[in-house]
């Protein structure tokens, strides 16, 4: 596609389910990054991936969080055992790597 | 990690005027991102400066990088409603972007 896509775009689950959500970084992308929103919040870091080194996971608030990348291009991030606090906006961007980062539409998520 | 501070958190600006929002850094940045962000939209890119002293301009918006690489700030001429939304600056660390809180601007028309 032209552009980051995120899936789904919205997400209800209940506190203790396990969510996946889903990035689609636009093609030859190397970098790809997660950030997490809280309403009417900053952009919270969560964790980076370049190419095939290593990815800073410094951001991630939890072990309950995790995040992989499979073939240098689809990234999932996954919550275990969600709690009412991890409801938010979870955004995805990608980038060719320090320049600028495109930005997908985010996954709203709501635990109740 | 070290931080990109912004100022000020809010922007109340009336149709027409001019503000400037500020990024400080302690530290020496290699480059420095600016983004905007429409209400219930997603961050979308602006510009990018790297250079000591750098300004660019957009249209009504003009951006300004630090002699010493350690601020940044972005001002706007002639306000607009358009112009409504919460403005990020961004350090880029070795590819890894950290953002600042952001100003979130209101337009009062």
């Known amino acids: 596609g032209a552009g980051v896509s995120q899936s789904p775009s919205n997400k209800v689950t209940e506190k203790g389910k396990d969510v996946e959500l889903r990035c689609d970084p636009i093609?030859?992308?190397?970098?790809l990054y997660w950030y997490r929103q809280s309403l009417g919040q900053g952009l919270e870091f969560l964790i980076y991936?370049?190419?095939?080194?290593?990815?800073?996971k410094s951001g991630l608030p939890s072990d309950r969080f995790s995040a992989e990348r499979t073939g240098g291009s689809v990234s999932t991030l996954t919550i275990q055992r969600t709690q009412q606090e991890d409801s938010a906006v979870y955004l995805c961007?990608?980038?060719?790597?320090?320049?600028?980062?495109?930005f997908g539409q985010g996954t709203r998520l709501t635990v109740v | 990690g070290q931080q990109v501070m912004q100022i000020p958190q809010y922007q109340h600006v009336q149709e027409g005027e001019d503000f400037t929002t500020y990024c400080n850094s302690s530290?020496?940045?290699?480059?420095i991102q600016w983004y905007k962000q429409r209400p219930g939209g997603h961050p979308v890119f602006l510009i990018q400066?790297?250079?000591?002293?750098e300004v660019k301009k957009q249209k009504r918006l003009t951006f300004q990088f630090g002699e010493a690489k350690k601020n940044s700030s972005l001002h706007i001429t002639a306000t607009q409603t358009t112009d409504v939304g919460t403005y990020f600056c961004?350090?880029?660390?070795?590819?890894?972007?950290?953002f600042g809180a952001g100003t979130q601007v209101v337009v009062t028309p």
């Open positions: 530290t020496t940045l290699s480059n």
């Open positions: 961007a990608s980038s060719l790597g320090e320049i600028e980062a495109f």
């Open positions: 400066l790297v250079k000591s002293g």
């Open positions: 093609s030859g992308h190397t970098a």
């Open positions: 991936f370049q190419g095939n080194s290593a990815p800073d």
């Open positions: 961004a350090q880029d660390s070795w590819g890894k972007l950290q």
